[in-house]
C-alpha cells in the first residue's frame, strides 16, 4: 500500500476562522475534505463556490471535493473554478458514472466514488478503473461527528484487493468517526486515505492529533 494520506474534513472546522484552521494544519496533512451538501441529497447544507473560492486564495493544499448532491456534474466546472482539485460523487446518485467521470476530465478534475455504508461494493466494481480514489463511507452521510461503522471495512478489504489485482491507481479512502483506533483497523483492511474532522479540528492542538493519526497507522 501506499504510504497514508490524512485528510481532515472542514465540516468539523471553526467556519467563522476557517483559513486559519487549514492555514495551522496545512503542513502536517496531504489535502483537505471538503464536504458540499445540498440540502437534497443529505439534509443539510454546507460549503458552496464562495467559501472554496476563499479558502483557495490561502492554501495551497490540494482540495478533496466530496460531493453530497443530487446532480454532482452540473458543480464540476463551477467547482473547478472555485479551486477545487478532485470530485467524488455517490455511486448512488450515479449508478453509471462514465460519464460524469469523462466531464470530470474534461473540466480538469480528478475523479473519484462513494459508497454508502449500505451500498456494497459490487456497485461500484465495474467502475474503479475510472477512479483516482474511491471513498468508502463508514458513517452515513451528511453529518459530523459520528460513530464509526465497523461493517464497512469488509468492502474496504474487497476495494483494496480489487485495485490491486488489477493494478489500478485508486486510493481509497475512509470517511466517518476516523480516530487513531478506528485508523488502525481501516488500514488494515487496506484504507491509504484517511478523513478525519472532529478528531482533528476539535481536538485540543490539532497539528498533534495528526502526528496521533499518522502513528497509528504506522507512517511515524
Not at 481532515?8 to 475534505?33: C, G, K, T, Y
Not at 466531464?103 to 466494481?125: C, S
Request: with cysteine; aromatic share 6%; charged share 20%.
Amino acid at each position: 500500500m501506499e504510504p497514508a494520506k490524512i485528510a481532515p474534513s472542514l465540516l468539523a472546522a471553526d467556519f467563522a476562522h476557517l483559513a486559519d484552521e487549514v492555514a495551522r494544519i496545512e503542513d502536517h496533512v496531504d489535502f483537505l475534505h471538503v464536504d458540499v451538501m445540498d440540502g437534497h441529497y443529505v439534509p443539510n447544507l454546507s460549503f458552496g463556490m464562495p467559501v472554496i473560492e476563499s479558502l483557495r486564495a490561502t492554501t495551497k493544499l490540494y482540495f478533496d471535493c466530496h460531493l453530497m448532491v443530487t446532480n454532482p456534474v452540473s458543480l464540476f466546472e463551477p467547482l473547478k473554478a472555485a479551486g477545487a482539485d478532485l470530485v467524488t460523487c455517490h455511486i448512488e446518485v450515479l449508478p453509471d458514472p462514465t460519464e460524469a467521470a469523462r466531464r470530470a476530465a474534461d473540466a480538469g478534475l480528478d475523479f473519484g466514488l462513494v459508497l454508502n455504508p449500505a451500498t456494497p461494493f459490487e456497485a461500484v466494481e465495474p467502475f474503479v478503473e475510472l477512479c483516482d480514489l474511491l471513498l468508502v463511507m463508514t458513517v452515513v452521510p451528511g453529518f459530523g461527528g459520528q460513530g464509526f461503522i465497523a461493517e464497512a471495512l469488509p468492502k474496504v478489504e474487497a476495494a483494496r484487493k480489487w485495485v490491486d489485482s488489477h493494478g489500478l491507481r485508486a486510493d481509497i479512502e475512509v470517511d466517518g468517526g476516523i480516530t487513531p483506533v478506528t485508523a488502525v483497523a481501516a488500514r488494515h483492511a487496506g484504507a491509504d486515505a484517511f478523513v478525519a474532522g472532529t478528531a482533528i479540528f476539535r481536538a485540543p492542538d490539532p497539528v498533534a492529533a495528526v502526528a496521533e493519526l499518522r502513528a497509528a497507522v504506522g507512517d511515524e
